[in-house]
């Protein structure tokens, strides 16, 4: 589904969708109302088509969700797949992972934001809570293994790390707007920084 | 409303609240259910009293609203007006600042969860909207500060480091619970020692 992350318009002059334009539009309008505040009714009057054409492409406003938060949920386990396959040290793992997810995270901007909303309401909603804590589980591993290495202080429970560190990136979602003045790559370096070598500027013995 | 940071339970044996211990209950079912999918009716069979009961209290649910989202900035605001009364650096009040809040969102869990999500469909979400902003402001002029000071490094955006530091500070309500293995004190400290110094151990010209 590599078009997802183009940013053509969601809508075309006349009405007529596949299922990733289709898909591309409820995960905006269940953004916007929340998941459970949205219809069916709901999705057939933003995309200006019936309800059977919706049934065409999907079987149910599930698949739908599953289909959002998957599409966030792949980007992020590639992303995690590439950086642990890397050569080297587990802190050069973890900091591509880092800023990896980040750039999941501003090409998928609405999936994730739809991701990180879900509350374990249905089955679709608890399996992709359970891949969450899949993904929380792996980085955790990575800030473990980093702090065996000596390359993480050792001061910091690894698991609150881990937290910490996606905390800070999973908050993009708030606030982040990919037509803003701040471009991807800043803001991939802005969080690199921030979180492995912190806000003070003091000279340091080894890189 | 101190009394509101007491972890007593919010239910008496026999129905009696009073007007702190109804909004602790309305906050907890606003934050379960979303404030929208909240009824008076809802509250009122939470609490276990009438909703003439309730409105001997309050005169509404945007009330309750306003006095929760309220104890949520208050408490934020009030760490803010220490630290930056605090004789010294804009950098240390800013680590002051970033250690008093984790403890406001550690004390009053529930308010800020309600106050991070609220959107601003109604005048009291508005208004919630516009101290939040007021308040990152607040932040964003400490960061320039210390940055003009030297105390910060210098390449990367100031408005961008107070998002991310309280993108992660705020990243608590999501996973942080109090009666959990991490206490409020190791906490703080991890947050603090995350965002001013990174994750690595190197040793420091100076601190």
Excluded: C
Excluded at 31 to 37: L, S, T
Excluded at 41 to 54: E, R, V
Excluded at 94 to 122: D, I, K, Y
Excluded at 174 to 197: H, I, N, Q, S
């Amino acid at each position: 589904m590599a078009t997802l992350d183009n940013r053509r318009p969601a809508r075309r002059g006349r009405p007529g969708y596949d299922k990733e334009s289709l898909l591309r539009v409820a995960v905006q309008v269940f953004n916007e109302r929340g998941y459970d505040g949205t219809s069916m009714d709901d999705l057939s009057k933003k995309l200006g088509i019936t309800k059977s054409a919706i049934y065409h492409h999907v079987a149910s406003k599930d698949e739908l969700l599953r289909m959002g938060v998957d599409h966030a949920l792949d980007g992020l386990f590639a992303a995690a797949a590439e950086a642990t396959a890397m050569p080297g040290r587990a802190i050069d793992k973890l900091e591509r992972l880092v800023q990896a997810s980040v750039e999941v995270l501003v090409e998928r901007l609405p999936f994730v934001t739809l991701l990180l909303r879900v509350r374990g309401n249905t089955e679709v909603e608890q399996r992709a809570l359970a891949r969450r804590r899949e993904f929380d589980r792996l980085v955790a591993r990575l800030v473990s293994e980093a702090e065996a290495d000596g390359d993480i202080r050792p001061d910091v429970d690894p698991g609150l790390v881990a937290r910490l560190l996606f905390g800070m990136v999973n908050s993009l979602v708030e606030w982040y707007r990919p037509d803003g003045r701040t471009g991807a790559a800043e803001l991939t370096e802005a969080v690199r920084k921030l979180a492995f070598d912190g806000l003070r500027p003091q000279p340091r013995a080894s890189r």
